[in-house]
């Protein structure tokens, strides 16, 4: 099955979507019990953490803890949006940095500026959308807040484009002047059927029921429960999260050629960002490569670079430990698949 294909529909009772490449699922969104990534609250300074040099503020929906924080002081309200999922125990991560952010839109509070995507290389297309900018927000580059439009604007229609626009704006100044009161939710993050019309362009939506179904999403996410994933020449990798770290290790197979450590190591690594996004997986990752010799290290992290590239989360290739190991750290931007697949959801 050619193409890129959305697929919208539900896992048990859980709102969810799928985007699907060529026949093979690239992402995975699944709503859960967590705060959601773009919620905007009111919180309440609580109390510094001077070693952290973070503050934790009182939510509607629990703790969040507030980093770099300047002149704030304890029962002072503050507007800040969720970056991220809290990890078990701990605070939701959240920041002062907010951004009104849709399809073809993002609304910078604080930020002035107007801002086209890099990625809109023509010329005539990049004057039309300043020509709309200037007429929905006309005093962008020197009001407080900016505007940046993005990459999808260059297929977008110009009516929806300044629909979207305007419509960020007026949510942008309602909720940056709301800011005196109690703890209070001001936005609500997008769940997984907005995000996948914010985020995932040019593609045909399936929104009939049994749009899962149709694409085979319930197999393809009973393959990511799975350590083992099989690769390309016989090789596999296995991936395993434990408490401190994500440890993934490649092998060879049944292939004994000369050639076969780095055959598997390179079709591993092209591989690894698409299942880290998939299986919600960050933090530390290490990963055991098949036996190579050391100047194959260098085509290695070119490999990793490369396909890391094609990935919006934030990983660093760190090095190599001195027994061989690669050290990756990946931002935190999901919850692990293994904890919001909830018995019976792929029944």
Known sequence: MKGRTIALGHLGEAEAAAL????????????????????????????????????????????????????????????????????????????????FKSR????????????????????????????IAHVVMPDAKEAENGLILRSSCAEGDPEEIAE????????????????????????????????????????????????????????????????LVPLPGGGSMCIEPTRALVAVDVNTGGDTSPAAGLKANIAALRELPRQLRLRGLGGQVIVDPAPIPKKERRQLEGVLRAALKTDATETILAGWTQLGLMELQRKRERVPLSEVLKPGMLS
């Open 20 to 99: 699907i490449v060529d026949g093979q699922l690239e992402d995975l969104l699944i709503d859960g019990d967590h705060a959601r990534p773009g919620t905007i609250y009111r919180g309440i300074a609580q109390r510094p953490m001077k070693g952290q040099g973070g503050m934790f503020l009182d939510t509607p929906e629990g703790s969040a803890f507030l980093r770099q924080v300047k002149g704030l002081a304890p029962g002072q309200p503050v507007i800040v949006q969720v970056t991220g999922f809290a990890e078990p125990g701990k605070a939701i991560p959240v920041t002062t940095r907010i951004l």
């Open 104 to 131: 073809y839109a993002i609304v910078t509070p604080g930020a002035p500026g107007l801002n086209i995507s890099r990625r809109i290389k023509d010329e005539d297309i990049r004057e039309s959308l300043l020509e």
């Open 164 to 227: 979207d626009i305007a419509a960020m704006a007026q949510l942008c100044a309602q909720v940056m002047a709301d800011v005196s009161g109690k703890a209070e939710l001001l936005v609500e993050g997008d769940g997984p059927h907005a995000q996948a019309w914010r985020e995932w362009e040019e593609a045909e939506v399936d929104a009939e029921p049994g749009a899962f179904e149709r694409h085979d999403v319930h197999e393809m996410i009973a393959a990511l429960q799975r350590p």
